[in-house]
């Protein structure tokens, strides 16, 4: 098979660069945005990921449940809006008639598939996963080809691709999982020959679909994962995630405001922070970019001259053990006990094999020794569903009251202390502990991973700030960060 000049050339240094929501959230944020790409695409092959216009997903999802309740007109205005929305993006970003006509028929069709799909929501009064998927995908659909025009405005050859045609997934409809081998034979037959001629494809995030061509989504904030997923796929040299923020930072810098960006992170820790909410990573981001070691970077799209945090196989060690905290409030406990529970076979088994049919993610165990009680945690998401299905599987238990509770308490947060090299660090729990005692914070849980990359705490909602506040003067995380 004859290969282009330059084809190993153009294969080694393609980069994966993901704009976030609010880095699309204009017109004047794409087209600083669309700079960026346009810059990079002069020295190396690109692949644009796009998010929806910051604020749109929730939209289309909170009108496609108003229509699940049979109303018809929630679907049909919010399509009104997005049409004058992103049309007016699309004339400030493309100056030239002939160039926006294409465009603009694309707008229109997706418009038209979206007002059928919340017709047929209102009329049958039903939400299936299958149509939230549909309905919520809309936002990336029409960010892509607005982004390509305003690559194309630039003087950048470009192609809005959509990801139903790139990421082929199981049928696990609001979080479904990539397959891979079918995704990379996809991505070379469908982008490397774009790559090859120069051209930018500028890629739809967050949807996926299976093989028999259904669409999926990757999870909500999942376009961090689609441009991991493209990233792997084509072996990139580099992705780079521009965002709102300068990189991954000690803390959310929305609670608490003195915290710093760090320079660079290991896989590992980026991974637990984006496990225990930090929002700026969808927890799924760096799974299939670990066993290539291929680099990401976490950049600011308003700033692109500061240089963001890389995320790597090794990280840096900075300062103390502890490199960042996270938080995380939309959590319920749920508990399963009574002294009873002692004598019940396998409850432990039982209770997560439940959880693990529903795909619960459970971000927190722990039992007290007795075993009288098993704590644990899930998103609040799923909290209502896992005490259904566990009191279906306990039912004849609960009835002889051998399991006397089921309970579940919404009012909680988790504070997870994260750093490799915390391990071989001794004293960090004390220390943590100390802080939070001397603010009076009650613990209500507690648990440390035996890799020793974190340590997490369970406390009441209302003291999650708190208690972030106090472990990040603890640690030392609002000094210059040094080496
Ligand atoms: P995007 O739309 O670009 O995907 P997100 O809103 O999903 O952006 O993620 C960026 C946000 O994540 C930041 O604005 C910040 O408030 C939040 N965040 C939470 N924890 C952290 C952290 N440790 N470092 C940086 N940002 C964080
Ligand atoms: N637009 C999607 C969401 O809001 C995906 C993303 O932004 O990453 O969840
Ligand atoms: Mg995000």
Not at 86 to 112: D, G, N, T
Not at 154 to 165: I, P
């Amino acid at each position: 098979m004859g290969s282009a000049p330059g084809w190993d050339h153009m294969k080694a240094k393609v980069q994966v660069m993901k704009f976030g929501g609010t880095s699309v959230g204009d017109a004047a944020c794409i087209a600083r945005s669309a700079q960026i790409a346009a810059g990079a695409a002069k020295d190396s092959a690109v692949v644009v990921v796009v998010s929806a216009m910051s604020g749109v997903t929730n939209r289309l999802i909170d009108a496609a449940r108003r229509a699940e309740t049979g109303d018809r007109q929630a679907g049909a205005a919010l399509l009104d809006t997005l049409r004058q929305q992103h049309e007016a993006v699309l004339a400030a970003l493309v100056a030239a008639q002939e160039a926006r006509q294409p465009v603009l028929r694309r707008l229109q069709e997706i418009f038209a598939e979206g007002q059928r799909l919340y017709d047929g929501t209102a009329l049958l009064r039903e939400l299936t996963p299958r149509t939230l998927d549909s309905i919520s995908s809309l936002g990336e659909r029409l960010s892509a080809p607005l982004f390509a025009g305003a690559l194309a405005a630039l003087g950048v050859r470009s192609e809005a691709v959509e990801a139903t045609e790139l990421i082929v997934t199981d049928a696990y409809h609001g979080g479904a999982e990539p397959r891979m081998d079918r995704t990379r034979e996809r991505c070379e037959a469908r982008l490397r020959p774009l790559l090859q001629t120069g051209i930018v494809p500028v890629v739809t995030g967050f949807i996926g679909a299976t093989s028999e061509g259904v669409l999926t989504t990757l999870g909500r904030g999942g376009s961090d994962y689609s441009a991991t997923i493209l990233g792997a796929a084509l072996g990139a040299g580099e992705i780079i995630i521009w965002t709102d923020v300068d990189g991954v930072l000690t803390a959310d810098p929305r609670l608490v405001p003195e915290a710093r960006t760090i320079p660079e992170i290991s896989y590992r820790e980026a991974a637990e922070l984006a496990y225990f909410g930090a929002k700026v990573l969808h927890p799924k981001t760096l799974r299939e970019v670990i066993p290539a070691g291929i680099p990401v970077w976490i950049r600011n799209s308003f700033a692109p001259e500061r240089p963001g945090t890389v995320i790597t196989r090794e990280g840096r060690r900075i300062g103390g053990g502890v490199k960042a905290l996270t938080a995380i409030r939309d959590v319920a406990l749920i508990s399963v006990g009574g002294p009873g529970i002692v004598g019940v076979p396998d409850v432990v088994g039982r209770t997560f094999s439940t959880t693990a049919e529903l795909r619960a993610s459970v971000l927190l165990i722990s039992q007290s020794s007795s075993q009288n009680d098993i704590c644990f945690i899930v998103s609040a998401a799923d909290a209502q569903r896992t005490v259904e299905a566990l009191r279906h599987e306990f039912a004849q238990d609960l009835a002889h009251q051998v399991v006397e509770h089921i309970t579940v308490d919404p009012h909680i947060a988790i504070v997870a202390v994260v750093g490799e090299r915390m391990h071989g660090t001794p004293g960090i729990a004390g220390q943590t502990f100390n802080a939070l005692g001397r603010e009076s914070i009650n613990i209500i849980a507690i648990a440390q991973g035996s890799s020793e990359t974190n340590i997490s705490f369970v406390v009441e909602d209302q003291a999650m700030k708190a208690a972030l506040l106090a472990t990040h003067r603890e640690f030392g995380l609002h000094s210059p960060l040094s080496d």
